[in-house]
């Protein structure tokens, strides 16, 4: 049998959405690029840090999603489920490369953490460096796309709403203003989507 010298449809579809995310995060940097910060990105975070205490715990327990340590879990899991090594593979490079590419980015845009930027804002938990891309929102974007990819569609609005509640947890505790997070989810969908566009390239 010839080896497919093209990706198949969903490997083409996969590089579409990976180029569209890139495209989105290079637009949302150009906003994060400029000096000073938007008063909106401000009253975001003020108004996000006014949540319910309640919810604290779930809310830190939903952001673990955009953690590497959660991420090597499920690629363990997506392995045994679909007893397949390159979804497993997939999962965990989407991940650590998302991390890899958000703590490139920040050093590039060196955009202070709300904190940091403003000096009435009191996040809820310290985190150092700089804020944009969210990390937890680029890994958690890279994690759910990858995931969708090897999974059937009925839990893509589970991942989809763990990611976005990632991005929305990292803003209720003051430690990223809301660019930062759009900008993550676009980063880590592209990588996302090349990390499916890889896992899916030679199979036809």
């Known amino acids: 049998m010839a080896t497919p010298t093209a990706p198949p449809r969903a490997g083409r579809a996969a590089l579409a959405v990976a180029t569209a995310a890139a495209l989105v995060f290079v637009a949302v940097g150009i906003v994060a690029a400029q000096r000073p910060l938007p008063r909106w990105d401000h009253d975001a975070v003020q108004h996000a ?5 309640h919810a604290d715990l779930v809310l830190r327990v939903v952001m673990q999603f955009g953690t590497t340590s959660v991420a090597i879990v499920l690629a363990v899991l997506i392995g045994v489920l679909r007893r397949s090594l390159r979804w497993a593979v997939a999962v965990l490079g989407s991940a650590f490369a998302a991390s890899w590419a958000a703590s490139g980015a920040k050093h590039i845009w060196t955009r202070p953490r709300p904190g940091v930027a403003f000096g009435d804002i009191a996040p809820r938990i310290f985190t150092a460096g700089y804020g944009f891309p969210s990390g937890h929102a680029t890994v958690a974007a890279a994690v759910a796309v990858t995931l969708a990819g ?4 009925r839990w893509w609005a589970l991942f989809a709403a763990l990611a976005l509640g990632t991005a929305v947890a990292r803003v209720a505790f003051g430690v990223h203003f809301v ?3 759009v900008g ?6 592209s990588v996302g989507a090349l990390a499916v566009w890889f ?5 036809g």
């Open 150 to 153: 090897a999974t059937p569609r």
């Open 49 to 53: 840090l006014t949540w319910d205490e």
């Open 179 to 181: 660019i930062d997070v």
């Open 199 to 203: 896992a899916r390239r030679s199979i």
């Open 184 to 189: 993550g989810l676009a980063l880590g969908a």
